[in-house]
């Protein structure tokens, strides 16, 4: 089968994509491991998840979708409200809190119980926003030694 | 009024005159900024010919309403739709085709029978806030045409329309009507709210405070001085709409409140009886005594509530 140019270039990357997903995957797992998160994920910005780590009973396209949706307007409303670049949202409910981080290729969600910490889980969030930048870094190409990320003093601020 | 000058239009009546339905000439002047389009009409013609089954049916009939033959372009449609009745897109373009002939009610039909189909259809939502705009209720406008934009952050068409209301709003609004808006507790809120709010106001960790209504409107106390800052609320509040929209599904359970922090600082959102309280939090101080701060004014707030209502 004759393959276009796109299509070979794609063919190629998929090893290099792969190493990428464990990046984000190991992220994720670290994030987890922080008392109180129960999940995380990496959704692009159009609210596709790129990679789960999620109870079973949680919805994860739900949540991806819900990490771009609310991010999106989160940065928005940050902007107007002249408080500089978004770094974090945290919705906190009756049963959990979600905690929302920008990523230069979408968003990064952690999913903790209610009563979590949510100093330490800003902390750990911004540990895996830097690993889930350098994976961003491996898609792309770019050499990035600093992440784009302002999220790193984050949890000493909280 | 002066000679030559227009007519003072305000309010509904602005709302009225912004998105008027698409003239016979301006339809045919659209065909001429868009001469391309024929070629592609003829391909679109042997597609279907060669497979009546297709789906591009929709862009067809699509592309002959715009050349403004309205009744083929209906029949195209109608066509197609017998064949594929749970094409979306195909819905959006008959309720086009309907509002060009000046059927109103049944384009209305067609687009809300596209969301129906796919609830995240951009141009469905696009369209129907298009028509509530003509019909001048702005509020279901608003709220139709940002979730098209939510949808499909890149509408133009939608970001124009929502420009043109804020621009309309604000002429339409009298400047110290505005102003005391800002400083003074509106009378539409409830009184426990306005104590409430200017609680919040009187904390030591709290730059300002201000009200927004269900509708999205901010209706009283003042936030910070950055020049959007009536704008940001209104969109801090949609994020708490759209956290609990996204939510609710998700079984997580009530929205309770939500943090925003940016680089120069942090908002938080608390949900209440009257809509969303957004409060902009000094920029020194720590969100975690913020939060203490703020609880604490809630938890007296509650206890009080409970003695009032054993009182009672």
Redesign the interface.
Known sequence: MQLDAPAREQTKMQPEQSDVGGLLDEALRVLTATPGVTGGLVATSDGLPLAVRLRPD??RD??A??AA??G???S?????????????????????R?IIAPLSLGYLLAVAEADAN??VIAAELANAAKAAERAAAAISGDDLTEPET?LTA?GG?? | MTPGESPAVTGRQAFCRLPRWPTREEQLAQVELTGHIEPRIGALRRELRRNPASLCFAELADLVRREGNLVEAAALCARGLLQHPGYATGRVVMGEIFRDQQLESKAEEEWREALRMDPNHPRARLRLGELYLHRGDVPRARAALAAAL?VN?GLAEAEDLLATIEHQEAESAPRDQMLRRLTEPSTRTSPPVQKLLAAVGACSSVEGALLVNSDGLPVAGS???????E???A??A??VR??RR??A???????????????????RCLVVEDGTLIV?LKRDV???AADAELQELLAARRARERADQDAA
């Open positions: 949680h919805d739900g949540l979708a819900a949706s609310v999106r307007l989160v928005k409303a940050i902007a107007e409200l002249g408080r500089g670049d978004f770094q974090l949202a945290a919705l906190d409910t009756d049963r959990l979600l949510l100093g302002e984050l601020r909280l | 939510h952050p936030l910070t001085a950055a020049a959007n800052a704008a940001g609320a969109m801090a949609q994020v759209e956290a996204v939510i599904p998700l079984g997580a359970g009530r929205l309770r409140m939500a943090l925003l922090r940016g680089s120069e600082g942090s908002v902009a720590p969100i975690g």
